[in-house]
């Protein structure tokens, strides 16, 4: 298959420059003069066959202009898709808006603006693309504009398909869908060609000549295919006709002949037509005679008919396994690797050994529901509490889930009261999750619960700029007993199963779906820790303060009333589940737009749920935002690979952290240096967090919160977690490519993190006694 | 109980495939045990370090002009002319046996436990004693169209040595990127393309001094091991199966005890692809490829007596530990039966992790419905807070997700 799919993230910084001039390069594009290339998240899906390039991209702003200097081939289509684009030429600026089409000369002085975020697909196609066929070459001296409507519009909407599908398009599929897209692009190059003010008589040749062709190419199976009937039909006399081939170097027998063998050929190597006898493709183009049309095959292609099509046929079968794709041209930057390596190997570990501010502090953060923002993350939320590098902070979290059991975890506890605190008349914490605050959307209530987690903070760290990073340790995690005096100094906890969960629409027995909340007490003994089931009940209608009624668990914290339940005792009898303290969200604020869901992890952190995350256990975090804002939430007592039902064993903790900012200028030769996602480091391991979308908020722009839900799978999520390993092993480690794929196969353990919220996760986990004798 | 050898030669593997129709190499009963011997069928990548001297290598990788010890590789056509050789390559591992157990019947459970795992000492005059193994990153590796430095695409070879002198770990000693090889027969291997080309060092380029420093924990267990399906008489070895197969999961090393679904009267089990470590993913495509010797005990479950045990209701291999239960998720299950007469090829083309997760909650459900008698809602939240999921393989066709729960979990007081 020749689909390519892109990403920044497989690149070590200095090297994203270069990869991605490649990938422009592929649509005949490159960084317009005079702009420097941003450095930030780029993605892009490639698909290209003989001679025809589709791409679709999503990056930074940023200025293209064109890869070529000579304008001798078809020109490049380019449509913005999401936001419009600004198109600086001889002509002046125009602002091109989404969904109308460009027609870009191959070469020129032109060039395109995308001034906030680069969404386009673009299409690139040369003559090779044509077999054979003569475009009567549509030549546009100047970038035109196409905007929506009739035929331009089918191209559009072609183009738009094709993208969104190049990744899943059998090849059959893609060289039929791609060669409808050159004839297209072609006809309406000959258009705009030929609607042109200052057209001279020879676009009105090219164009007539492109009809001729197109009349040509209907009729190959008619033998008498001669000259004087196609003149006729055009009403031009057959001395012009042939004047016409000549003006490109060609005559109307020669012309015909070779489309009828080019199409031959394209039937002999495809697949599908295998079941058509050679002379029978032989007659639908024209050819009377099988021995005649075997020697002019042989002539023109240097193999009879029937060896060619046996040769392609086990083509085909070899390359079963082994697709043959050939990549990006990236020679540069596998050179520009090799010269880094040895600078590379040289990285200093994080260690006990940290320079340190004299003055180290301890912070106290606890919660209530001024403290608290409930279902989002934001870059403009004001912090609770600013603290230096350095310092350690204690910090209190609730789950959202205590509203399961209110008399077993809220009750009698004042911060828990203060954050639930909901009667008709007053919800101490009206937004939850960061969808319209007059719930316009669903009606469920402020935030429409898109993003769930109760989390504390932000905490500012003083000093903390874009592109530091930001690393916190997790010193320690202890459960938060029930104050309620009826279960006074009990540990409690709820799990739910969903209808986000990975289960919801596959049950066994009825009712289907159905809803099921678990409550667990914890005992958090210190010989062996472990969980055991109290009882549990299905969910049914909750009625929220305000009267909204919540058939199914759409709304965080809503009180669940003990009358409206039936609970079932003696589950999960006998079972003891080990616990796994740990936060299932850690964030730094993202950079985005103001309110980001809290469920989806990505880039800066958040929804984690890696049960890797616990005491002893760091994360590294990239800082997007003056102060980094950190927030932690969503604890957790255990919690398997998967999180499959939805939850874990969700339970209110306190954890102790220690905070150390590492400023950009410091970050080189360190193991989170370049760092794009979230690092977590262990005792005993690095574990890189692979998402089905590494950064979503960046790849799919203003749909992304609801994209990202959509597009979700594991596959993706293992490509991403690859990626980074092998740039982590590459980078941090200094090895080859090499080197880190044999790693990769024989000592990395690649694990599944969820499969529940929404941006699906893959965990690579490396132990760090494989580097145990490293200089 | 009776303990049995079984040795390497040509008469004592078969390459490529499980078969029902291959006479077995032993027959034995439930409750006896084996020593067998395995090759890595990656031997010939090195075939001064891992062939040579070796009388049980050297005769099974034997190929001239004219005598070609083990002809068949792989479940393909037997009759020529052929691409890149007899059995095509359809499947690639070189197994030991089959193995017929006494009285076995489809619907009994095979289980076998694995004893005791040995390295296979080279035996060539400058390497006598140590022990090597091999690392392809291969063109169904999962990184193979998303390379970043060039050449684009490669395969490259890894030689690894394995130190079992204190805690066991293995070390690169060189690789090479491959080359394309000529057969003895004459056929060009553009690719790795067909198993058992013995790799001509004078047409690659060693390099040195790779991974240094880096030592990789051993993991010595057996990447293919399994029965034969009833489906066809030659299925390839590569996508793993309800019987069993190429699971390549690393957890089936010493100790560990694998249950099979008998699909054909004798159960016919083979053991091959011995790996001296890999990680869950096996993200090149092959782990550290090393031959291996392993101590086997064979007990059969009859169908009559799996209800009320831990049996009950399997139909797919499960993995018993000190510690855990495993279950395997595939992209299909049983993907011949689901794909239908081209499905050993077909498969390559479904591979899905996705499908492998949902087809492991499956499995791991049913575990804890049938065998520990919960309900689904129970089932479901134990899977939420007590099971793990993760990437088995991602490079053998039919991928795999593995479930695994901890037994400390059912530990009733």
Known sequence: MSFRPFTSESYAQDDRPEAWRDVLAAVGLQPATGHSFFDGHATASHRHAAGVALTRLAAGAQSVGPLSQANDDLPIALMPVEDGMVLKSAGGHRIVPVGHLVLLPRGGDWSIAFQRDMRAIVLAATSEALHGRLSGKPRLGEPRVVPPGGFAEIFARLLDATARTLDTLGDVEWNAVSQALVDLLLTLAHQLAASTSDAGSSVTQAALLHRICQTIERRLDDPDLVPARVALAERISERYLQKLFETVGDNFTHYVRERRLQRAWADLSNPLEAHRSISEIAYAYGFGDSAHFSRAFRHRFGLPPRDFRQQEAERATAQHGVTGQRGWPQDALARAHQSNAEARSNVTRTGPGEPRTAERRHHHLPVEASRVHWGYFSRSLPPQIEIASGDTITIETLTQHASDAPDMMIAGDAAAESVFGWTRDKKNVDRRGAGPMDASVFGRGAGEGFGVHICTGPVAVKDAQPGDVLEVRILDIVPRASRNPKHAGRVFGSSVAAWWGYHYNEFLGGPKPREVVTIYEIFDDPDEPHARALYSYRWEPQTDPFGVVHATYDYPGVPVAPATIKRRHAVLDGIRIPLRPHFGVIAVAPREVDFIDSVPPSYFGGNLDNWRLGKGSTVYLPVSVPGALLSVGDSHATQGDGELSGTAIECSMTGTFEVILHKKADLAGRPFADLSYPLIETETDWVLTGFSHPNYLAEFGAQGQSEVYAKSSLDLAMKDAFRKMRRFLMNVKGLSEDEAIALMSAAVDFGVTQVVDGNWGVHAIISKRLFQDAP | ?413
């Not at chain 2, 970043?148 to 490259?156: F, G, L, T």
């Open chain 2, 1 to 413: 109980m009776k303990h049995f050898t079984l040795p390497v030669s040509p008469k004592t593997v078969h390459w490529g495939y499980f078969s029902k129709a291959v006479a077995p190499a032993l027959t034995l009963r439930s409750g006896d045990r084996a020593t067998i011997e395995t090759l890595t069928h990656h031997a010939n990548d090195d075939y001064e370090r891992m062939i040579q001297g070796d009388p049980g290598a050297e005769s099974v990788f034997q190929w001239t002009r004219e005598h070609k010890a083990v002809a068949r590789r792989g479940s393909g056509p037997v009759e020529g002319p052929f691409i890149r050789g007899a059995g095509e390559g359809i499947g690639v591992h070189l197994l030991t046996g089959p193995v017929a157990i006494e009285g076995a019947e489809p619907g009994d459970i095979l289980e076998v436990r694995i004893l005791d795992v040995r390295p296979r000492p080279s035996c060539s005059a400058c390497h006598a004693g140590r022990c090597f193994g091999s690392n392809v990153a291969a063109n169904w590796g999962f990184h193979y169209h998303d390379l970043i430095e060039e050449p684009k695409p490669r395969e490259v070879v890894t030689i690894f040595e394995l130190d079992t002198s204190g805690e066991p770990y293995a070390k690169a000693v060189y690789n090479y990127v491959w080359t394309p090889q000529t057969d003895p027969d004459g056929i060009v291997h553009p690719t790795i393309d067909y198993p058992g080309v013995r790799v001509d060092h004078a047409t690659i380029r060693k390099r040195e001094n790779i991974l240094a420093s880096v030592k990789v924990p051993a993991r010595l267990h057996f990447g293919t091991m399994g029965l034969a399906p009833s489906e066809a008489d030659f299925v390839s070895s590569i996508p793993p199966s309800y019987t069993g197969g190429n699971i390549d999961d690393w957890r089936i090393g010493k100790g560990a005890r694998m249950f099979y679904p008998v699909a054909v009267p004798g159960a016919y089990f083979s053991v091959g692809d011995p790996h001296a470590a890999q990680g869950d993913s096996e993200l090149g495509g092959t782990a550290i490829e090393t031959s291996l010797t392993g101590d086997f005990e064979f007990i059969l479950h009859k169908k009559a007596d799996l209800a009320g045990t831990n049996l009950e209701g399997l139909d797919h291999p499960m993995l018993e530990t000190d510690q855990a239960w495993s279950f395997y998720g595939f992209t299909y299950p049983n993907y011949l039966a689901a794909l239908g007469a081209d499905a050993q090829t077909e498969i390559a083309n479904h591979s899905s992790l996705d499908r492998a997760m949902r087809d492991a909650f499956r499995k791991l459900r049913r575990f804890l419905m049938t065998v520990h008698g919960l309900s689904e809602d129970e089932a479901i939240s134990l899977l939420s807070v007590g099971a793990d999921f993760g990437v088995t393989q991602v490079v053998d066709a039919n991928w795999g997700v593995h479930g695994t729960i901890r037994k400390n979990i059912f530990r009733c007081d």
